[in-house]
């Protein structure tokens, strides 16, 4: 890990820091329009119990510069824990430096250490920077397999269904 860069564990009070990566993420993704969450939500999801997902900042030279989102799920077919990368973001000026393979190092031995078998995480299709960063980890695409969503009234609506 560069010298310059320190990884740390979210605290209470970095809610409106993870906000802020979040909405960058989403932004730099063309999706800012579908951000909704709020610094309250980040606080229920990382500090309440049950604890619903873990982050951690990046600091380069001190100064907050990226964010790692993440949280566990299991697989039925394997029987291990997964870690699942919702959210991984380093600011653009400063891509190219390792800090990006720093939080994957880091993950990847997190993953390890609670028993899990493997890492996953979803990036568009057109995002070819990022897919080539990945493949030159290792990670591979996963053929086949189409993300589906079920929200909003749709999932009210079933959810309503008493048949």
């Not at 329009?33 to 309440?48: D, G, I, Q, S």
């Not at 190092?105 to 028993?115: D, K, P, T, V, W």
Request: proline share 5%; glycine share 8%.
């Amino acid at each position: 890990m560069p010298a310059e860069l320190r990884l740390r564990d979210v605290a209470p009070g970095d809610e409106g820091l993870v906000l802020h990566f979040v909405r960058a993420l989403a932004d730099y993704e063309k999706l800012l329009h579908e951000v909704t969450a709020t610094e309250e939500h980040f606080r229920r999801l990382l500090f309440e119990a049950p604890r619903r997902a873990e982050a951690l900042i990046a600091e380069w030279e001190g100064r907050p510069v990226g964010l790692a989102l993440w949280f566990y799920s299991v697989s039925t077919f394997d029987g291990e824990p997964r870690l699942y990368l919702e959210d991984i973001f380093v600011e653009p000026a400063l891509r190219g430096r390792g800090i990006g393979r720093a939080i994957f190092g880091e993950l990847a031995r997190r993953a390890l250490a609670a028993g899990c078998g493997r890492m996953e995480w979803s990036v568009l299709d057109w995002n070819a920077p990022s897919i080539a960063f990945y493949r030159s980890i290792g990670a591979l695409p996963r053929e086949g397999w189409t993300l589906q969503r079920l929200s909003g009234t749709a999932l009210q609506a079933l959810a309503a269904r008493e048949d």
